[in-house]
């Protein structure tokens, strides 16, 4: 028996991993992968919620946001080729332009 | 302390762990690698909380799929590590001191609002064979039949997106 108390806490602490990441990484990559680790803590946290009130709508709806992450990695990473072409470097504090 | 709670103390450990490696490598190998140790580890838990077909998602796509990708881009760019550049000195602190403000936020608010009541009930047989998937596919194609054609327009779109984005521009002079 472990409380879902137990799997909040794990999430949010996941969470505020990725966002620390976020803030304090300069590596375009890097920050990418911490975005990721933040939906995952979320996923979590949705798949112990359905798991609580025994429903499947938590896992359908991590289903789809599995789905969405796929797409939004596949557009980022091209993102992130076209301005390493442009800038040689996936520095953030490179990409001060607007135009390339 | 049960078998169940050692299990998750274990793997909470690890999960947070590895979150940690990736945030502090230098190397953005070693931190793509840790990534895909966390969501190895997430689809674990997954499967503690009685949802094996999502635990499976998680593998295939995330630590199979999605980290592939992570990798390739990374070893294509060869841009493991960035040179040493001056950095903002307030930057951190206030980045730390910002994120555990969050952190407790975050826990006290879903601690205290909407909080389904009482303990995750460990899946017994009837959850975590097949009657599970099965009743996943039929909710998935009938009440969410929906935002499941919604999905794959989205995936197609993101394709012909990737596409249009690396391809080479024709330059009119």
């Keep these: 028996m472990v409380p879902i108390n137990y799997y909040i806490i794990l999430s949010a602490i996941l969470f505020t991993i990725g966002a620390l990441g976020v803030l304090v990484r300069r590596n375009a990559l890097i920050i990418f992968m911490s975005v990721e680790l933040m939906l995952n803590a979320a996923n979590l946290a949705m798949v112990a919620f359905g798991s609580a009130i025994q429903s499947f709508s938590g896992q359908i709806f991590v289903f789809f946001v599995i789905a969405v992450a796929a797409a939004e990695v596949a557009v980022g990473l091209a993102l992130i080729v076209e301005i390493f072409k442009s800038k040689q470097s996936i520095d953030v504090d490179q990409m001060n332009s607007l135009k390339g | ?173």
Excluded: C
């Excluded at chain 2, 009440?143 to 330059?171: C, D, H, N, W």
């Design chain 2, 1 to 173: 302390m049960t078998l169940d709670l050692i299990l998750f103390l274990i793997l909470a450990l690890i999960a947070i762990t590895t979150a940690l490696g990736m945030l502090l490598s230098r190397n953005a190998i070693y931190s793509a690698l840790f990534l895909v140790l966390n969501f190895i580890t997430v689809a674990v838990f997954y499967l503690l909380l009685g949802s094996p077909f999502i635990a499976m998602v998680q593998i295939t796509v995330y630590a199979g799929a999605i980290m592939v990708l992570f990798l390739f881009v990374i070893m294509l760019l060869g841009a493991e590590s960035l040179p040493r550049a001056q950095i903002l000195p307030w930057q951190k602190p206030l980045a730390i001191a910002l994120a555990v403000v969050l952190a407790v936020e975050a826990t006290v608010l879903l601690l205290t609002r909407g909080r389904p009541a009482g303990e995750i009930v460990p899946p017994d047989a009837s959850v975590n064979t097949v009657n599970n998937l099965r009743d996943l596919g039929t909710a998935l194609f009938n009440q969410y039949l929906v935002p499941f054609e919604v999905t794959s327009i989205l995936l197609l779109v993101a394709m012909v997106g990737v596409i249009v984005l690396v391809r080479k521009e024709k330059r009119v002079h």
